[in-house]
Structure formats: structure tokens, C-alpha cells
């Protein structure tokens, strides 16, 4: 199978692309340079080289993203990769996404969500796959939330973070079955208040550290407060966050 995978240089790309080897498959790796082992160039930015890169690809998966720029790559960069695509190749088009692009009043994640009613609209074999937060982006996002010995966060907040080899794992398998052609969920094994996972981060991570929960008002806050960023439905990944830590 002819599989190329776009962000492969991204938090989840390198676990991706291991999920996805399997001998036998032509597995390339899109970016704007193209350089290292199975690389092929391909700008979403601009279109420039996307025909070339997706020639004779059967399944794609997008899963290239810029938080700081995602109405030009994430948007306008999905259009020219529908526009691009070898359609009488492609069996499947994955597109990752996040678990609340439809419910949270973010800018970035509306931006995601416009790039999936893109691919919706686009006629090709799709499947929009909605994963959690990574466990390596909530060390992040704790890390800059600290102040000093004090880390607060936002009262009320629930999350479902996963471990990102899972996710890659679940993609790998959506990858290489029929596609769906609408969304489908995937988030770790627990639901937790984020109080508690700062907790957690706090004993494993910053010793003598001290959790404050705040009240943060708003209609983003409201929307994770009432779980709008928790999956409904799909399937889960087993690693936990405290084994995460722990490792």
C-alpha cells in the first residue's frame, strides 16, 4: 500500500509513522523540505509541490497542523490537499482532529473544525478521527501555567488525556479499514478534573508545589467545565497519565 502521512514531524509523527510501518507498504513522509528517509516535499501553506507529493497515494493521513496559522494551513491547506489528491488512487483520507473542535469557542479549534466540513464536502473517502489532549501536551501546559511554587488551574475543568503512541496505534488501525465518512472519538482511559491532574504532575513532577483552583469565567471555560472536551463514544487508549508519569 502507498500511504503518505502529512505533520509527520509533529508531537505525534514519530510514533505515527512507527504505527504505520508494515514491509511491504511505500510509506512517505510530507513536509515543506522533504528531506530525511521516505520525505517528499510538499508545502499545504502555499501548494507548492502537493500534486507531486500525493501522486499515487491510497491513503493519506493528515494529520499536519499550526495552531498559530490554522485558518491558512489547517483551512486553506486542506483544500489544496482535496485539490491535489490522486483521486482515482486514494481508498482512505484520515484527518486527525481534537475531541470539542464542534463545541469549544476556540479560534484554532474552529479552525479545525472547518477543515473537517471541508473534507466532509471534498467527495473522498474520509474519516475524521477526534483524539484528546496528548500527555506530553498537558506536561506542557502545566509547566507554563506555574508560577513559582503555585500552579493554578482552572476550576471546574474535566479532560481525558491520552498517550500519544496509542492514539498513533488507533490511527494506524482506522488507517487500513473502509473509511467511515464522518468522525470518530478517541481518548485515554480516564476522565479527570484537571485540578487532579495537576496534582498528580505536581507530586511526580514539581515536589513541594502547590495546586490552586480558580474560577475562570467565559464561555470557553463554561464548555470544558461541562465536558465539552470529553469524548462521547470510540474507543481508548490504556496508558494512564499516573503511568505516564511514572515513566
Aim: proline share 6%.
Amino acid at each position: 500500500m502507498d500511504i503518505l502521512v502529512t505533520g509527520a514531524s509533529n508531537r505525534l509523527g514519530p510514533s505515527l509513522v512507527e504505527a504505520l510501518r508494515r514491509d511491504g507498504d511505500r510509506l512517505r513522509l510530507m513536509s515543506r523540505r522533504g528531506t530525511g528517509p521516505g520525505g517528499v516535499r510538499g508545502d499545504l501553506a502555499t501548494g507548492f509541490d502537493l500534486p507531486d507529493a500525493l501522486a499515487g497515494a491510497e491513503v493519506v493521513v493528515h494529520a499536519a497542523s499550526d495552531a498559530r496559522n490554522a485558518w491558512e494551513v489547517d483551512v486553506a491547506g486542506t483544500r489544496r490537499l482535496v485539490q491535489a489528491v490522486d483521486r482515482d488512487r486514494l481508498r482512505h483520507l484520515v484527518y486527525v482532529s481534537i475531541v470539542g473542535v464542534d463545541r469549544i469557542p476556540w479560534s484554532y479549534y474552529r479552525a479545525k473544525y472547518a477543515a473537517e466540513q471541508v473534507l466532509l464536502a471534498s467527495g473522498l473517502p474520509v474519516t475524521l478521527v477526534r483524539i484528546t489532549q496528548y500527555f506530553g501536551f498537558v506536561d506542557e501546559l502545566l509547566e507554563t501555567a506555574r508560577r513559582g511554587p503555585v500552579l493554578p488551574v482552572p476550576m471546574g475543568w474535566r479532560a481525558q488525556p491520552v498517550d500519544v503512541r496509542d492514539a498513533a496505534a488507533y490511527l494506524a488501525r482506522v488507517a487500513r479499514q473502509p473509511p467511515t465518512g464522518g468522525v470518530v472519538e478517541f481518548g485515554g482511559p480516564e476522565e479527570l478534573a484537571v485540578a487532579d491532574i495537576a496534582r498528580a504532575w505536581v507530586a511526580a513532577r514539581e515536589s513541594g508545589g502547590h495546586v490552586v483552583s480558580t474560577p475562570v469565567p467565559g464561555r470557553l471555560s463554561t464548555a470544558f467545565r461541562d465536558g465539552a472536551a470529553l469524548p462521547s463514544g470510540g474507543e481508548r487508549g490504556q496508558r494512564t497519565y499516573a503511568a505516564h508519569l511514572r515513566g
